[in-house]
């Protein structure tokens, strides 16, 4: 780890905000599932498949970035990426409880997508870069995380 860079706040552009601000709202919808999940949910073994797949690959990738953020030493990411991975491993938690959350579900998906549709508007038209990665490795991630929202969606639509 490179211990000369120091903490700091990156200048976010507008579509920096906006992928946050959707994403928050994302969270609050994923609150919604995980602490009656915590509350009053059984364990049991989910019969959810594909699904619990997808989201424990979203999940674990979204692990992986917490080094990405220490390395990067950015305030705003930092909080941000741990409390994305707590929305979706509360999330894998909740899926295995017997609490009804397919409305609240749907809704943490679809503001995940939208939030990533303007990652990729965000990256095309911005600088943004993370220290040596492509831009293409950066678009392959995201893209990775909105066919996984979609394949959600459309589940749960089903």
């Given at each position: 780890m490179d211990n000369s860079k120091k903490w700091h706040i990156s200048d976010w552009s507008i579509l920096g905000w906006v992928e946050t601000i959707l994403k928050i709202?994302?969270?609050i919808f994923a609150g919604m599932i995980i602490f009656p999940a915590i509350q009053f949910g059984n364990i049991q073994i989910p019969s959810l498949g594909l699904f619990l797949i997808i989201?424990?690959?979203l999940s674990l990738g979204l692990f992986?970035?917490?080094f990405d953020r220490l390395?990067?030493?950015e305030i705003i990411a930092m909080v941000f990426i741990i409390v994305n991975?707590?929305?979706?491993?509360?999330i894998v938690y909740s899926l295995f409880t017997q609490v009804n959350h397919s409305l609240y579900l749907l809704l943490f998906f679809v503001f995940m997508l939208v939030g990533d549709?303007?990652?990729i508007i965000f990256i095309k038209t911005t600088n943004f870069t993370v220290r040596d990665l492509p831009k293409s490795a950066l678009y392959g991630l995201t893209?990775?995380?909105i066919i996984g929202y979609s394949i959600q969606i459309f589940i749960l639509l089903l």
């Open positions: 709202i994302a969270f989201q424990i690959l992986v970035a917490i390395k990067e030493k991975n707590l929305a979706h491993w509360g549709l303007v990652k893209i990775f995380y």
